[in-house]
């Protein structure tokens, strides 16, 4: 069985600030990695996501993400945030074969400070 | 638009009651995925689709929830003689295969 583990249930930040979301995970296989940007009354979208090649991942809205196995490890990062990057973010792992369910982490609401 | 849809986007029901959801899920996309996330937490995986084949359901689905997905097209979820305990946002995803799953916007269900 898979778990995630998100080390931080809520981060508030400056804006322009850098933060960083911190995501561990626990499995016996390889795994699928991926981030999921959750707004308000609705539905998840896509950041990024590692599958295979470069362990560092850039995804949309200028966040990145660096893939860790000996750690297993799959942080979020950005540089410097904007108040519209206030929200819910999910980490999550899947398998390679099969149904490739999601397991998603607990989630960290990311709070941006003027 | 050509997004993953749900319907109703909210329902307000009395425990007791059943009732269903429907997924219309991005066209050419023949995995489709049920999950249901509580406050404060991620989503939970409930059932999976290949085409019109329901190859896995969670412990979590008990006996009272039924998923079907004729044709392989739209997929519904129906919950029989709802308890409070099944308020919760159920989410709708698809994927074409390897990677990538398209939420849509999901129903929030409450029990009274």
């Known amino acids: 069985a898979q778990s995630v583990t998100q080390l931080d249930s809520q981060v508030p930040v400056f804006e322009e600030a850098p933060v960083e979301l911190r995501c561990n995970y626990s499995?016996?296989?390889?795994?699928?990695l991926f981030w999921y940007v959750q707004y308000p009354n609705q539905g998840l979208q896509l950041l990024l996501k590692y599958l295979s090649g470069s362990t560092l991942v850039k995804g949309i809205n200028g966040f990145e993400a660096e893939f860790n196995k000996s750690q297993t490890s799959f942080h979020l990062r950005k540089p410097s945030v904007h108040i519209s990057d206030t929200a819910e973010y999910f980490c999550a792992v899947s398998d390679l074969t099969g149904a490739q369910k999601l397991v998603f982490g607990q989630g960290t609401r990311l709070t941006i400070n003027p | 638009d050509t997004g993953v849809s749900q319907n109703p986007r909210h329902k307000i029901t009395k425990r007791g009651q059943n009732v269903t959801f429907r997924c219309d899920p991005i066209s050419e996309h023949n995995r489709l995925y049920w999950y249901r996330q509580t406050l404060g937490q991620g989503p939970e995986f409930l059932t999976y689709f290949q085409n019109e084949a329901q190859l896995e359901k969670s412990r979590l689905l008990s006996d009272r929830f039924s998923a079907e997905r004729p044709k392989g097209s739209f997929s519904t979820l129906e919950i029989q003689r709802t308890e409070q305990g099944d308020s919760a946002m159920y989410l709708c995803?698809?994927?074409?295969?390897?990677?990538?799953?398209?939420f849509g916007p999901g129903t929030r269900l409450t029990v009274l």
């Open positions: 499995s016996s296989v390889s795994v699928y």
């Open positions: 995803a698809s994927s074409p295969a390897v990677g990538e799953q398209f």
